[in-house]
């Protein structure tokens, strides 16, 4: 370091500078984690804007998240002042290929206006195809062939390029055509999905050399941070990009890769000397972020993997305390506890923004959602709805809300054909026209219709089994545990059914929130006392510049610190999640360790990690085991505590057997069915929100009324056309139609012709 060092050198250790001096050639900066990677790579973009090496425009830049680039931006805005001001190609894997594929998205095909689908689109369009190809689609959801062509997707692979053998897996080997039949029909819409960003552009640099080299002229230098985590395609692209110039820096964490779920390949960290030879490597072995005791505890957790590329870490922060390791008696305790001392932390003049709840899976965040709203804690759900806002649990509420309340319209709107049971637009609509025009309620209005021929006897059918779901749940509702009643109108609904059968990550964690759901409403006395609770919860949003603490999953904590974090649930089936030990294979296990990892080193002052003795599943409590991972923290760097006697050190006795790490593994059997129990780390799933609106455009044919309508009268309904009043009974009339023949209809719905 020399005086005379612009400021973003100031300040880096040696290895650092050697990242950001390097500016030619391959580098590849291996180091674990708060070593300062990512405040290298901003270094290195700012010292090349700096140097006039490349514009800001000749550089690309990735980064995990939209997040990350935004803060990229700034901190190289403040290093160096404006001239950054224009960054078009720093932000994510997506945003950087969406860009690329709108300049040249005639060469696939598309027109640069396409759309990028949702998941929901996405869905609606197989179920079509898989409909068309006749293939039973409960059998074979379309879900499963979504996770499919997305798999093919992050290898790189158009539906070409997948092999015979790779498409088994799905209704016996039909799912190459139904991917070529997808892509094409994408392109007959102009859209695309997520998956397809990378491929389609993969596909431009792969067969226009002109394209290509335009790119491979105009990054002069590109970076990539979190590369642990890149797919397959992703790396294609990224070796494309930088064949001729090769000045590619690219920095990462073996063990911090935790996204293989989503086709993460750690592989490419070695590829990358073979790929790149004579890359430098730089390795960082400071950390800067975390205290002995916390980095001596991620440490011992994660040497107990094998594979690793290994690394040696070492920090001059001042020792500070131990990893806490809370044994509490059950999840509200847990709630509780973390409740006090985020409270102690703010009166000891500690900032909330600085402190961090990180789980395991989303439906984790309830309880302490639940608790923090009853004691005044303001939080934020970073990277997910807040629980009571996601639409699974809104569907359920609906439900529960129309038990309770058979007036609430927009509850009825909500879930009148959820799970779908062949009640359209054109019937739903139906019954607002007769709800408005009687000033009825429309599950009243729907109870009022059916024995007409206003519908067609497959909507009747169907709403008659609704409504009679409806009246037989609010005669229960006053007999059964309302926890216990809410189950059953899940069941009989066919909502869990549905969610049953997709099958997929996304609705395992659906089923786990509304499981949650279920342990919430035990903790009421009655269904109106949770709903009222509810409402409050719902109208709770903090304000916009209040700080607040955070609450996300571990993944989407990724790259982030905080003073304070707190580790909740670290049991048996939790985490590591029962799906990585009913799938029970070494790396399903190896990846949940990665994930202990980075929760703990997310950490910089305190660590706090906790486990309950006891969960209520499904109204019954069931005791649970600390999890492995807290058997492997080093008891050097970890205090215990527990609220129980004698209960916290048993793990200890537990997880003794190190060597066979299968040898005492709990397989769930007490925790109720396996998929209760799959977990879920998808923060990332795009999850539409619903908006329930009044409908206001339709306009009643006139009612009538039972004065002005009497025998005989000649009138005009919209559906059956011309007829005459044969019978009269209170608000239903029969009519002799003119082709249509006898029918039973609303007054409502008719006019004097
Ligand atoms: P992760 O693996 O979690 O992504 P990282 O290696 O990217 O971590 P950074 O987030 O860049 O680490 O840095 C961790 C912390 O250390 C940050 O607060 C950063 O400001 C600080 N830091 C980085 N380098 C230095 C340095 N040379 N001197 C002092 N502090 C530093
Ligand atoms: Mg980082």
Known sequence: PSPNDPPYLKGLNEP??????????????????????????TARLAHLVATQRAWPSEILAVTFTNKAAREMRERVGRMIGPAVEGMPWLGTFHAIAA???????????????????????????????IQAEGIDEKRWPARQLAGLIDQWKNKGLTPEEVGAGEAEGYAHGK?????????????????????????????????HRDVLEQYQQRFKYIMVDEYQDTNSSQYLWLRLLAQTRKNICCVGDDDQSIYSWRGAEVANILRFEKDFPGAVIVRLEQNYRSTPHILGAASGVIAENGNRLGKTLWTDIDVGEKVRVLGVWDGPEEARRVGDEIEAIARAGGSLDEVAILVRAQHQTREFEDRFIQIGLPYRIVGGFRFY????????????????????????????????????????????RLARAEGIPLALAAARILDTDELTPQARRALGAFIGDLARWRDRAGQLPHAELARQILDESGYT?????????????????????ARAMEEYETLGAFLEHVSLVMDNEAQQDE???????????????????????????????????????????????????????????????????????????????????????????????????????????????????????????????????????????????????????????????????????????????????????????????????????????????
């Open 547 to 753: 700080r607040k603490l955070t609450i996300m999953t571990i993944h989407a904590a990724k790259g982030l610190e905080f003073d304070n974090v707190f580790l909740a649930g670290w049991e048996e089936g939790i985490f590591p999640s029962q799906r990585a030990l009913d799938e029970g294979g070494l790396n399903s296990l190896e990846e949940e360790r990665r994930l202990a990892y980075v929760a703990i080193t997310r950490a910089r002052k305190r660590c706090t990690i906790l486990h309950a003795a006891n969960r209520r599943i499904y109204g019954q409590w069931t005791s649970s085991i600390p999890s492995r991972f807290v058997g492997e923290l080093p008891p050097e760097h970890v205090d215990e505590e527990s609220s129980m006697s004698g209960g916290a050190s048993l793990w200890r006795a537990n997880w003794s057997e190190r060597d066979d790490p299968f040898a005492n593994v709990a397989r769930g059997s007490s925790r109720g069915p396996g998929w209760q129990r799959a977990q879920t780390g998808g923060q990332f799933s795009r999850e539409p929100v619903r908006v329930v609106e009044a409908r206001t455009s339709a306009v009643s044919l006139g009612n009538k009324g039972r004065d002005d309508v009497s025998l005989g009268q000649r009138v005009f309904h919209q559906k059956f056309g011309y007829g005459t009043i044969a019978a009269i009974e209170g608000n239903k009339l029969e009519i002799d139609f003119e082709t249509a023949g006898r029918k039973r209809v609303m007054d409502s719905f008719v006019t004097l012709a």
């Open 175 to 207: 799912g190459q055509k139904l991917y070529a039949a997808y892509q094409t029909r994408l392109r007959e819409v102009n859209a695309c999905d997520f998956g397809d960003l990378l491929l389609h552009v993969l596909t431009i640099l792969k067969r």
């Open 99 to 129: 860009k690329m594929l709108r300049r040249h998205a005639e060469l696939v095909g598309l027109q640069s206006n396409f759309t990028i689908l949702d998941t929901d689109d996405q869905l609606r369009l197989m179920k079509q195809l």
């Open 16 to 41: 650092q500078r050697q990242a950001v001096l390097t500016t030619e050639g391959p580098v590849l900066v291996l180091a674990g984690a708060g070593t300062g990677k990512t405040a290298a790579l």
């Open 389 to 432: 806002e996601r639409a699974e649990i809104r569907d359920a509420l609906a439900y529960l809300r129309l038990v309770n309340q058979p007036a609430d319209d927009l509850a009825f709107e909500r879930i009148v054909n959820v799970p779908k049971r062949g009640l359209g637009d054109k019937a739903v609509e139906k019954l607002h």
């Open 497 to 517: 059914a549905t969610l049953q059968a997709e099958r997929s990550t996304e609705s395992a964690g659906r089923l786990e929130n509304l499981s949650e759901l």
